[in-house]
């Protein structure tokens, strides 16, 4: 027999007992030490066993914090969107120094209930279209070829609310004169992050409009303008084909074959067609003469406008091949078309569909500008906000200087592409009125592709360093932040890689004999006098850093105008690199000269200036630009590829 104490010890040491359940034990049973008889005391009565093991489980469950479904009583506060333009004080400091006040104070309200829309239900709705993705069905039960692109309510409901906040008819209606184009611009920067990248059909509407501003004759244009859900219209670019790329005067095979009654039938297969939802398209084909032969290259490509579906509903001779499976951008519906026998309009001259490109790619390119201004702005201000909730360390986030170090390196980059986009609405808002100078249309023409080119490296590279800023939450997909990371890369993909835009940047200068880049040191210059002259003496260094830059690129462009047109093919994604920079440091330098600017501004006008602004300079210096650098690239990258013929 044993005694009381070694069945206290036995049951402390059984897994299945509580410290409770020996207490119960201790209370209800005593053991004689002499004569080993148990005794039972009179009060209180034993339970019964299932009000016993009752007992036992709400005892266990009010004590333990893992027991079944409890988790602890820790849990992560996710980050707050607020309102994204009250909650923004640089684009709100910009619109006071820059727009007039007149303007400001009649849509400073709009912007503000906006700001409030897209933190709330356009967000909402934006992942919604993340969540469910579009899809086609190609055949119905019967076997009918039907084509059908299903899409979630939250899209069709992305494009109501872009009708009804006049996201593309607001530049068109000019009430604002030049300023119209800021608007819109404001508008579609805090837009764009919660849209479900409705933005991307929103950009092409916008390129389509733009044309059709330039061709009032054409009948169609008043439908990308209206304010009505019902009228609204949007359009795609149906430019890309199997051959791909920036190339069109090569890859281009889609044929036009012209009607009795003036019209023509296209046939052919685009590779990469965006917002293949869209009522009508602007694309590119070939016009056969009466032998049925095309004329080859860019000089054979005129530009048709489709609209995508007939009268009655159906396809306009075009069938769905498949939708793209892509790496971001998921929300949005990208297909392989095949156009047989697709009836279409011709709206250019014939033979002159490049240059009816250029229009819309300036407006495309500065909305792939917008989109990655606005998605930095976006995850530096979810960032921000979880910094001041996340405990790591013993202490919120916020209070480790590292953790801010890094943050404030984000929010100087999200501040330099915000600058940069926001100056070339200001020019395109001038040059829709007609109000342009030559010298801004120069830098219209350059700043595009540089902007376009250098917001889609930053972005991606500020998505990803954002991310971290969230530990492993930022990983995790149904925190709503991965999708940052996944949609970035395509800004630098879209509308011409990095190595494209920069070629174009070459071209604009050729094309003009230099004359854009005169424009572009000239109007730098000026940005720098106007900071020097408002005696800011914090600036006054990072003035002279500026200065020396654009002193250091104007020598290299006089040496480079000696040398192999090959040596400045080289060097043109480091050139492009260095005039952006220099460009976005005389931005911030004009900002944070601003008499309402504050310390902020001013160290962020700093930090940027003190990066390296002119790579491309170094760069040369250690010849990687020369013929034998090339060599040595080949060697680096083909060495021992069984295909390599060197």
């Not at 356009?122 to 055949?139: A, H, W």
Request: a negative charge.
């Amino acid at each position: 027999m044993f005694c009381r104490s070694s069945i206290l010890y036995l049951c402390r040491r059984c897994s299945k007992l509580s410290r409770n359940d020996v207490a119960l034990y201790s209370n209800i049973s005593k053991t004689n030490k002499y004569d080993n008889t148990a005794v039972v005391e009179s009060s209180p009565a034993r339970p019964n066993p299932s009000q016993e093991r009752q007992a036992s489980d709400n005892r266990q469950q009010a004590s333990m914090p893992f027991s079944r479904a409890k988790l602890g009583v820790f849990t992560q506060v996710k980050p707050k969107l607020t309102n994204v333009f009250s909650e923004d004080k640089l684009l709100t400091d910009f619109l006071t120094r820059t727009m007039p006040k007149d303007v400001l104070q009649e849509i400073y309200s709009d912007l503000e209930r906006f700001g409030e829309r897209v933190s709330t239900e356009i967000d909402d709705l934006g992942k919604e279209c993340e969540k469910n993705v579009p899809k086609v069905i190609t055949f119905d039960a019967w076997g009918n070829r039907i084509d059908k692109l299903i899409t979630c309510d939250a899209w069709k409901k992305q494009h109501d609310i872009s009708a009804e906040e006049g996201l593309i008819a607001i530049p068109y209606e000019q009430k604002y004169g030049p300023w119209s184009r800021v608007y819109q611009l404001v508008k579609l920067y805090l837009y764009a992050p919660s849209s479900g990248l409705y933005s991307c059909p929103l950009a092409m509407t916008d390129g389509a409009a733009k044309f059709f501003q330039m061709h009032p004759d054409l009948p169609m244009n008043k439908r990308a303008f209206s304010c009505d859900p019902k009228h609204f219209w949007t359009s795609g670019q149906w430019m890309t084909e199997k051959r791909g790329g920036s190339d069109v005067g090569l890859g281009t095979e889609t044929l036009a074959v012209p009607q009795q009654d003036g019209t023509y039938k296209l046939h052919g297969f685009k590779w990469f067609s965006s917002a293949t939802d869209a009522d009508m398209t602007l694309t590119l084909a070939r016009i056969v003469d009466e032998s049925g032969q095309p004329t080859p290259g860019s000089r054979g490509l005129s530009m048709f406008y489709v609209e995508t579906k007939t009268s009655d509903g159906t396809l306009n001779g075009i069938e769905i091949q498949k939708l793209k499976d892509k790496l971001g951008t998921r929300q949005l519906p990208t297909a392989e078309l095949l156009l047989d026998g697709t009836i279409a309009q011709l709206v250019s001259d014939e033979g002159r569909g490049v240059a009816g490109i250029t229009p819309m790619l300036t407006i495309t390119r500065l909305h792939n500008t917008l989109s990655a201004a606005s998605s930095m702005r976006r995850i530096v201000h979810l960032a921000r906000d979880y910094c001041l909730k996340r405990v790591a360390f013993g202490k919120v986030i916020v209070e480790h200087p590292l953790h801010m170090q890094t943050l404030s390196r984000l929010e100087v980059e999200a501040r330099a592409a915000f600058l940069m986009v926001m100056e070339i609405g200001r020019l395109l808002g001038l040059e829709d009125c007609g109000e342009a100078s030559d010298d801004q249309l120069d830098m219209l023409r350059l700043l595009t592709p540089l902007a376009k080119l250098y917001t889609g490296k930053q972005a991606v590279s500020v998505a990803s360093e954002a991310l971290e800023c969230f530990g492993g939450q930022g990983y995790i997909e149904d925190t709503g932040l991965p999708v940052f990371l996944r949609d970035a890369q395509v800004l630098s993909i879209w509308e011409g890689t990095t190595n494209i835009l920069s070629l174009d940047v070459l071209r604009a200068i050729t094309k003009s004999n230099g004359k854009v880049l005169v424009s572009f040191f000239k109007d730098v210059e000026q940005k720098l006098t106007n900071v020097t002259m408002s005696e800011v003496n914090d600036l006054q260094n990072s003035i002279l850093n500026v200065s020396q830059a654009l002193k250091d690129a104007k020598e290299f462009v006089e040496m480079s105008s000696q040398q192999s047109p090959s040596f400045m093919e080289a060097a043109a994604r480091d050139f492009a690199f260095s005039l952006s920079r220099i460009y976005m440091a005389a931005l911030m330098l004009d900002h944070a000269a601003w008499q309402g600017a504050d310390t902020s501004d001013v160290m962020a006008a700093k930090r940027w200036c003190e990066m390296e602004l002119v790579p491309v300079v170094k760069h040369a210096a250690n010849g990687h630009y020369s013929c034998e650098a090339y060599e040595l690239d080949y060697s680096i990258v083909l060495n021992g590829h069984p295909e390599a013929s060197r």
